[in-house]
């Protein structure tokens, strides 16, 4: 890598961590396996390296298996290692300072723009990467300065679960719930039945953020603007919730995690999560249902899309390139899609491939449209600068669902801290 880079990836390994930390927007991740190292030797053969943030797969898992069967097709050995995904971002970065990339990097969306800016991944006119048959709003997360820079593997977003039958206990069709007026009124109802109405993650990091951002999309607000009316109108919703005990206080504190552990008690009408959670729900032990999450006057609020790209960082030995673009394009492929979403609970980024894996499982139809109601963390040309202004969103998250300060108040704090975190 050019030596006048190397300052700005040092200035973004900052950026990365700061979004890296959405646990449960991808895959779960757990300690790092394997060992690092960049592919040598010739493009023609040889040892070609893939780092993921998938280490909870083994060697005989499903995931490894279509690694090594890609690698054969392409004529190469991949080598192949799995990091914590916080990890994995600094690793890239220090690599590319080293000239010692992987030869392809499966990482989480919102870190994409960031590795873009800081040059270390190339786009796809570079490598010559088919993104044709991508669904746009689900691509545009891997978008920088009208670039394209890998393709997504699949994703997941956020809905709402609920359990049948603390609804029919409290007199709650849930047909009606359409909008946030119909939501909250169907919440008093189950307040005053005795039960508990809606879980959800306001914790202070990524995990808050992503978690509020159907809300505040749903009111109509945009990210360059906080304090906007309609985004305190999101955040007096959640508060509003909390004062009137339609929601717990627990959710400052709650990840995605967390909140699911509590709607799995099986006192809740409502949870807001992720696709991830379907095969938990399936073990609840209750009848539960999904719906999109709805915006202020109804419809689908836009969910953010969570999930990986995969990208071909940058190499000195351009040569390599097309053997690079074999394997991404093996990966992603519509053959090996549905088996790989499934494997990580995502939904296909191609309509196609989530046709089939509806056909295959029903349960996932909520699920596919709400991914097609979605939107990127850093579209809308934000790219890096997604980190700083999520970092002082969900510190108004928390300051207004804590009391310290009310949603106004809170908002408009979040939009000085924002824009001078911007300039």
């Given at each position: 890598?050019?030596?006048?880079?190397?300052?700005?990836?040092?200035?973004?390994?900052?950026?990365?961590?700061?979004?890296?930390?959405?646990?449960?927007?991808?895959?779960?991740?757990?300690?790092?396996?394997?060992?690092?190292?960049?592919?040598?030797?010739?493009?023609?053969?040889?040892?070609?390296?893939?780092?993921?943030?998938?280490?909870?797969?083994?060697?005989?898992?499903?995931?490894?298996q279509?690694?090594?069967?890609?690698?054969?097709?392409?004529?190469?050995?991949?080598?192949?290692?799995?990091?914590?995904?916080?990890?994995?971002?600094?690793?890239?970065?220090?690599?590319?300072?080293?000239?010692?990339?992987p030869?392809?990097?499966?990482?989480?969306?919102?870190?994409?723009?960031?590795l873009?800016?800081?040059?270390?991944?190339?786009?796809?006119?570079?490598?010559?990467?088919?993104?044709?048959?991508?669904?746009?709003?689900?691509?545009?997360?891997?978008?920088?300065?009208?670039?394209?820079?890998?393709?997504p593997?699949?994703?997941?977003?956020?809905?709402?679960?609920?359990?049948?039958?603390?609804?029919?206990?409290a007199?709650?069709?849930?047909?009606?719930?359409?909008?946030?007026?119909?939501?909250?009124?169907?919440?008093?109802k189950?307040?005053?039945?005795?039960?508990?109405?809606?879980?959800?993650?306001?914790?202070?990091?990524?995990?808050?953020?992503?978690?509020?951002?159907?809300?505040?999309?749903?009111s109509?607000?945009?990210?360059?603007?906080?304090?906007?009316?309609?985004?305190?109108?999101?955040?007096?919703?959640?508060?509003?919730?909390?004062?009137?005990?339609?929601?717990?206080?627990?959710?400052?504190?709650?990840?995605?995690?967390?909140?699911?552990?509590?709607?799995?008690?099986?006192?809740?009408?409502f949870?807001?999560?992720?696709?991830?959670?379907?095969?938990?729900?399936?073990?609840?032990?209750?009848?539960?249902?999904?719906?999109?999450?709805?915006?202020?006057?109804?419809?689908?609020?836009?969910?953010?899309?969570g999930?990986?790209?995969?990208?071909?960082?940058?190499?000195?030995?351009?040569?390599?390139y097309?053997?690079?673009?074999?394997?991404?394009?093996?990966?992603?492929?519509?053959?090996?899609?549905?088996?790989?979403?499934?494997t990580?609970?995502?939904?296909?980024?191609?309509?196609?491939?989530?046709?089939?894996?509806?056909?295959?499982?029903?349960?996932?139809?909520?699920?596919?449209?709400?991914?097609?109601?979605?939107?990127?963390?850093?579209?809308?040309?934000?790219?890096?600068?997604?980190?700083?202004?999520?970092?002082?969103?969900?510190?108004?998250?928390?300051?207004a669902?804590?009391?310290?300060?009310?949603?106004?108040?809170?908002?408009?704090?979040?939009?000085?801290?924002?824009?001078?975190?911007?300039?």
């Amino acid at each position: 890598m050019k030596s006048q880079s190397i300052t700005r990836r040092l200035a973004a390994v900052g950026l990365a961590l700061a979004v890296t930390g959405t646990a449960a927007a991808c895959s779960a991740s757990k300690s790092s396996t394997g060992s690092t190292g960049s592919g040598g030797g010739s493009a023609a053969g040889g040892t070609f390296t893939v780092w993921d943030p998938y280490p909870q797969f083994d060697s005989g898992s499903a995931w490894n298996q279509l690694l090594t069967k890609c690698g054969t097709e392409a004529g190469v050995t991949v080598k192949r290692t799995g990091f914590d995904t916080t990890d994995l971002t600094t690793k890239v970065l220090l690599a590319a300072q080293q000239g010692n990339s992987p030869d392809v990097l499966i990482v989480d969306n919102p870190v994409v723009s960031t590795l873009a800016d800081a040059g270390v991944i190339t786009d796809t006119g570079t490598t010559h990467l088919d993104t044709s048959g991508i669904a746009p709003n689900v691509l545009a997360a891997g978008q920088l300065a009208g670039k394209t820079y890998g393709v997504p593997i699949g994703a997941n977003t956020l809905a709402l679960y609920y359990n049948k039958s603390v609804l029919a206990v409290a007199g709650v069709d849930i047909a009606s719930v359409k909008d946030w007026t119909s939501l909250t009124a169907a919440l008093a109802k189950v307040k005053a039945a005795g039960k508990k109405g809606i879980t959800f993650a306001a914790i202070g990091t990524e995990e808050g953020s992503f978690q509020f951002l159907p809300w505040f999309w749903g009111s109509g607000a945009n990210l360059k603007q906080l304090d906007s009316s309609q985004g305190v109108a999101a955040l007096s919703l959640w508060n509003d919730w909390l004062k009137k005990g339609y929601a717990p206080n627990s959710v400052i504190n709650n990840t995605q995690t967390t909140s699911w552990q509590e709607f799995a008690t099986g006192q809740y009408a409502f949870s807001e999560n992720g696709t991830w959670q379907l095969a938990n729900a399936k073990k609840a032990g209750f009848d539960y249902g999904i719906i999109p999450i709805p915006a202020v006057n109804g419809g689908t609020a836009a969910a953010p899309t969570g999930g990986e790209f995969v990208t071909i960082p940058v190499q000195d030995k351009t040569d390599r390139y097309p053997t690079s673009q074999k394997l991404v394009a093996c990966l992603t492929s519509a053959d090996n899609a549905q088996a790989t979403d499934t494997t990580l609970s995502y939904v296909a980024a191609t309509p196609a491939v989530q046709a089939k894996q509806v056909a295959a499982d029903p349960d996932l139809q909520p699920w596919v449209a709400a991914v097609a109601a979605a939107k990127g963390r850093t579209s809308d040309d934000l790219g890096t600068k997604y980190p700083k202004i999520s970092q002082a969103m969900w510190t108004a998250v928390q300051a207004a669902l804590s009391g310290s300060a009310s949603p106004q108040s809170a908002m408009t704090t979040a939009q000085n801290a924002a824009a001078a975190a911007t300039k």
